[in-house]
C-alpha cells in the first residue's frame, strides 16, 4: 500500500512540474511573439488640434521609450511641394528662408534666389561638378515673383500671335512651354535652370543642352544632391510641360534617389505615396529610411514630431491634401 502512494505522489509531482514548466515555456515564448509584434507595429497618431504627429510609440512598452521631439516650420513651403496645373499657389506665395545665389555660384545675373536648404545642396552640387571636370556649369533661372511668371507668360502669348496663331492657339501653346502664373514651380524657391556658357554664346535655355557635359552630368548625378530633372521627355502627357533638360527642382533625399532609380516624376512619386502610405528605402549608401504620407492634412504651417523610431529629418505639405513625413532609421 506505501508504495502505491508513493508511486502516486512521484506521478503527481511529476506532471505537476512538467506542467508548470510546460506553462512557463508558453508564456515565454508568447511574450516573446508579442514583442516581436509590437516591434513591428508602426503606429502614426495625428493630433492636428495640437500640431503634433507621434510615431512608432508602442502599445505594450508605453513608458519604456522616451520620445526624439523635432519641430518643423514652414511645411506648407517645404520641398516635396507639387505645383502644376491643377495644384497652383497662391499669388502671395514666398519662401522667407530663400537666399541670394548671386555672390556663391555662377550665374547669368544678379539676385537669383533659391530656398537656403536646396541653395546649400546645389552649392554641393557644384563643387562635385567641378571635381568632375564640369567647369561650364551657370545658373540661368531661380525663384521667380507670381507677377513676373505672368509678365514672362504674357510675352509668350504675344510671341505666338506674331507668328499668326488665334488667341486660344497662342494660350495654349504658351502654357506648354512657360507655365502660368500661380503654376511655376520657380515660385516656390525651389527649382533652378541650368545651361552651359557655351549654349549661353548662341542662346538662353535649349534642348540641345541634354548632349552637353554639362547636361549629361546633371541628368546622372543631380539626384545625389536632392534635385530631380522634373520635365522628363517621357512624362509630358502627365507634367504637362514639354521636354526641358535645363530645369532641375529640389526635392531633398532620399525622394530624389527613389523618383530617379523608379524613373518617377513628382506626380507620378505623389500618386505612388498616396497609394502605399508608408515605404521604406535603402539608399545607395545603406542610409535606411521610412516615409509615411498622411491624407487630409491642409492649411498648416508647422508641426511637432514625436519619434519614437528613427530621425525624423523632414515634414512637407504636397499640396494636393497630405503630408509626407521623413525618417532616418537607426
Known amino acids: 500500500m506505501k508504495k502505491l502512494i508513493l508511486c502516486f505522489l512521484i506521478a503527481f509531482l511529476s506532471t505537476f512540474f512538467l506542467s508548470a514548466n510546460f506553462y512557463a515555456s508558453s508564456t515565454q515564448a508568447q511574450s516573446e511573439n508579442i514583442a516581436q509584434l509590437a516591434s513591428s507595429v508602426e503606429l502614426v497618431t495625428v493630433d492636428l488640434s495640437n500640431n503634433r504627429i507621434t510615431i512608432g510609440q508602442n502599445p505594450y512598452f508605453k513608458n519604456i521609450k522616451e520620445p526624439k521631439i523635432f519641430r ?5 513651403k ?8 491643377t495644384h497652383p499657389v497662391n499669388k502671395d506665395f514666398y519662401n522667407p528662408n530663400s537666399i541670394d545665389l548671386t555672390d556663391k555660384l555662377p550665374t547669368t545675373k544678379n539676385n537669383l534666389k533659391l530656398a537656403s536648404e536646396a541653395a546649400q545642396a546645389l552649392i554641393d552640387l557644384f563643387c562635385a561638378a567641378k571635381n ?17 511668371q505672368n509678365n514672362l507668360h504674357n510675352r509668350k502669348i504675344d510671341f505666338y500671335l506674331k507668328q499668326g496663331k488665334s488667341l486660344n492657339e497662342a494660350k495654349k501653346l504658351a502654357a506648354t512651354v512657360v507655365a502660368l502664373p500661380g503654376t511655376s514651380e ?29 547636361g549629361i552630368w546633371l541628368r546622372d548625378n543631380a539626384y545625389k544632391f536632392g534635385f530631380i530633372l522634373r520635365y522628363p521627355a517621357d512624362k509630358q502627357s502627365i507634367t504637362g510641360i514639354i521636354y526641358e533638360p535645363w530645369h532641375f527642382r529640389y526635392l531633398g533625399k532620399p525622394h530624389s534617389e527613389i523618383i530617379y532609380k523608379n524613373k518617377f516624376c ?29 491624407e487630409n492634412i491642409r492649411n498648416i504651417k508647422e508641426i511637432e514630431v514625436w ?3 528613427g530621425q525624423a529629418i523632414g515634414a512637407s505639405l504636397d499640396n494636393t491634401g497630405g503630408l509626407i513625413l521623413t525618417l532616418e532609421v537607426e
Open 266 to 294: 513628382l506626380e507620378e512619386y505623389i500618386d505612388y505615396l498616396k497609394k502605399n502610405k508608408k515605404i521604406e528605402y535603402t539608399s545607395e549608401n545603406g542610409q535606411k529610411f521610412l516615409i509615411h504620407y498622411l
Open 186 to 214: 520657380h515660385q516656390t524657391s525651389l527649382a533652378v535652370d541650368f545651361s552651359s556658357r557655351e549654349i549661353l554664346k548662341n542662346g538662353g535655355l535649349e534642348q540641345n543642352f541634354e548632349s552637353t557635359p554639362e
Open 78 to 85: 517645404a520641398p516635396l511641394l507639387l505645383v502644376n496645373k
Open 307 to 309: 519619434a519614437y523610431t
Open 72 to 76: 518643423f516650420a514652414e511645411i506648407d
Open 132 to 148: 568632375d571636370g564640369i567647369k561650364n556649369l551657370t545658373i540661368v533661372s531661380a525663384y521667380r515673383s507670381y507677377n513676373y
